[in-house]
């Protein structure tokens, strides 16, 4: 287990009259590699749940414990927990600042007191992680760079602090179809190929669907339900009680089997989609 979230409670403005309970007592184990997919409505308690888990939050009550440390404790540093565990923001291209892509890239990794040998292999790793070619865009400055590959540049930043844990908190948000794909794509692979645990906070039930391993619903600072992506889509009438939906092909998939006996509405992607209907035409052909 790299994480365990033991009966955390955060209070904003205790004893006063803005007193909120943002979470209210959780508990979640995350065992190391999974792709955890973390949704809820406004106001569920998601942001202020990923930014304990990087120290930017304390928590009220309870423990966070990762990779063995208890990241809540007055000893450790925050350095040691973004080591550790890295966030990517919403918009986290607003955070670029330098004139370069490598300087911008270089800055964490500069903050760790590293050498410039091993400061320069991870810019170029991190670069080539995010899929894109280090000798062509290390020089640029990143403002010359399209939306999608400025994101892709900010979340390099954040790789080159080589962290065990990537939350991604609406990694698409504002990027045109294109650039959406982008992101999407080199997410999947950097869960694919390197030994990572990330935690992705969307709206979109789509790319949950398409991507995790692993599904936690969150409402009124509690977790609601909990499964993997097919186990908990399937609790239709519930997610829409706390005002969630499933993914735009599911609800498809289950009109159509309203129609069509003989078809598998338990339908989470647009692949599926396909696949069960050419299924379903194949079998009336024989028919």
Do not use: C, W
Request: no cysteine; aromatic share 6%; proline share 4%.
């Amino acid at each position: 287990m790299i994480m365990k979230i033991s009966d955390l409670i955060h209070v904003y403005s205790p004893n006063s009259p803005f007193e909120v309970k943002a979470l209210d007592g959780i508990n979640i184990d995350i065992d190391k590699n999974e792709f955890i997919g973390l949704i809820g409505h406004t106001g569920s308690g998601k942001s202020t749940l990923i930014q304990h888990l990087n120290g930017l939050l304390k928590p009220t009550k309870g423990k966070i414990i990762i990779d063995g440390m208890d990241i809540s404790s007055k000893e450790v540093k925050l350095k040691d927990i973004r080591k550790k565990v890295g966030l990517v923001f919403q918009y986290p291209e607003h955070q670029l600042f330098e004139e370069t892509v490598y300087k911008d890239i270089s800055f964490g990794p500069k903050n760790l007191g590293l050498s410039e040998n091993e400061i320069e292999g991870r810019v170029e790793e991190a670069i080539e992680m995010v899929g894109l070619d280090y000798n062509e865009v290390k020089d640029r400055s990143p403002f010359e760079l399209s939306g999608g590959q400025r994101r892709r540049v900010a979340i390099a930043g954040v790789l080159a602090m080589k962290p065990r844990i990537l939350i991604l908190d609406e990694p698409t948000a504002g990027l045109d179809p294109r650039g959406r794909d982008e992101i999407l794509t080199q997410i999947e692979k950097l869960y694919q190929n390197n030994d990572m645990t990330i935690i992705l906070v969307s709206h979109s039930m789509e790319d949950i669907a398409k991507l995790v391993n692993r599904l936690i619903v969150m409402h009124k600072g509690k977790v609601a339900m909990e499964g993997t992506p097919r186990e908990v889509f399937k609790k239709v009438k519930e997610l829409e009680e706390i005002g969630l939906a499933v993914p735009q092909i599911t609800y498809f998939m289950k009109a159509f089997k309203s129609k069509v006996n003989d078809i598998n509405d338990e339908i989470l992607t647009v692949e599926e989609a396909k696949k069960e209907i050419l299924r379903y035409l194949r079998s009336k052909e024989n028919d």
